[in-house]
């Protein structure tokens, strides 16, 4: 098991930008696959953008492309979401989630954060 802790939420403008964090403790998160969902009030929790843990090989919600760039450093064991272009509907926490190994399932993730609130104006 890999312990996970998001940070870099807060509140922006529509337009604008935020890069949120989440490191990784207590396992090797080269071997992880990592992962961002959210989910907004009222909503249930969506795939936002995921990494693969062989060739970071990436993937991403439709309406993110473009957008938002996952990407890792795992030499700091951390993996990062750059959203720009930011709208009002990206509002929601976000989560981030980690699988050791593949995934095949979206509910493969077993490592999850405890979530950043991100709040886009209008």
């Known amino acids: 098991q890999v312990h996970l802790v998001e940070s870099g939420g807060g509140l922006v403008q529509a337009g604008g930008s935020l890069r949120l964090s989440c490191a990784a403790s207590?396992?090797?998160?080269?071997?992880?696959?990592m992962a961002w969902f959210r989910q907004a009030p009222g909503k249930e929790r969506e795939f936002v953008a995921t990494?693969?843990?062989?060739?970071?090989?990436?993937y991403y919600l439709d309406s993110v492309k473009g957008r938002f760039t996952i990407s890792r450093d795992n030499t700091k064991n951390t993996v990062y979401l750059q959203m720009n272009s930011l709208k009002p509907e990206d509002t929601a926490v976000y989560y981030c989630?980690?699988?050791?190994?593949?995934?095949?399932?979206?509910?493969?993730?077993?490592?999850w954060g405890q979530g950043t609130q991100v709040t886009v104006s209008s």
């Open positions: 990494i693969i843990w062989s060739d970071s090989s990436t």
């Open positions: 989630a980690a699988r050791r190994g593949t995934v095949v399932l979206l509910t493969d993730y077993d490592n």
């Open positions: 207590g396992g090797t998160m080269r071997t992880y696959t």
